[in-house]
């Protein structure tokens, strides 16, 4: 359907209006101004009329209510930006847990090995720290075992919901992927985790973020 832009003539946000709207009055979204949409060419009109907008957003009345929706240029404008800003922590999840993973994969391979080193270590480890203790030296390997394929596999998660994050993929678990570096124990890459995880999380909560999830279609 023919469009006509043209501009508010009290704040000049730039407007896109069909044709059958011509002559009618419209309420400009940006300062609520009524004014009626010329009828003719740009000559009749050179301080409404102009020429289409390149990156501004651009606004399209709709037919039936005269209400005005953000055209898909800004939409993409929107979500590029939102993707700036969620790309960096993003990555650094990826970072910290493939770090984390090495590490588990190794724990895991140390304690099958040599469970008898890794258990006297464990022993050293809590004395320096002077906590009393005991461990069962039978349980202790195999319990390490199976705590450290946990945390792997909580790496495995983490990383792709990062790799969703990065797409701007599923709100719920990019919200969810922020908080699991914090708890996630297993490795001294905890410590990596713990800021990192505070600061996708604070992006991800930034109301433009938000919206560029929900704005794609997937929630």
Not at 77 to 96: G, M, N, T, W
Not at 150 to 158: D, G, P, Q, T
Not at 181 to 198: E, R
Not at 203 to 210: G, N
Request: with cysteine; aromatic share 6%.
């Amino acid at each position: 359907m023919p469009e006509v832009i043209l501009n508010c003539p009290q704040c000049q946000r730039q407007l896109r209006v069909t044709e059958e709207l011509q002559g009618r009055p419209v309420q400009c979204p940006a300062c609520g101004l009524t004014f009626t949409i010329p009828v003719g060419s740009s000559e009749a009109q050179p301080n409404i009329l102009m020429p289409a907008p390149g990156p501004e957003p651009a606004w399209t009345a709709d037919q039936q209510g005269l209400g005005f929706t953000e055209s898909s240029e800004a939409e993409r404008v929107r979500r590029a930006r939102a993707r700036s800003l969620v790309l960096p922590p993003a990555i650094c999840l990826v970072v910290v847990s493939l770090l984390g993973l090495f590490a588990d994969l190794y724990n895991v391979w140390a304690w099958r090995t040599a469970p008898e080193a890794q258990t006297q270590k464990l022993e050293e480890f809590f004395q320096a720290l002077h906590w009393q203790l005991p461990l069962d030296k039978e349980r202790t390997p195999t319990s390490m075992v199976r705590s450290h394929v946990v945390f792997a596999a909580l790496c495995l998660v983490i990383i792709v919901i990062a790799m969703l994050m990065m797409r701007l993929r599923s709100y719920p678990l990019a919200i969810i992927g922020s908080l699991l570096p914090m708890i996630n124990l297993g490795s001294s890459c905890c410590c990596l985790g713990l800021p990192v995880g505070i600061w996708t999380l604070v992006v991800l909560l930034r109301p433009a973020v938000r919206d560029a999830f929900y704005s794609g279609g997937l929630a």
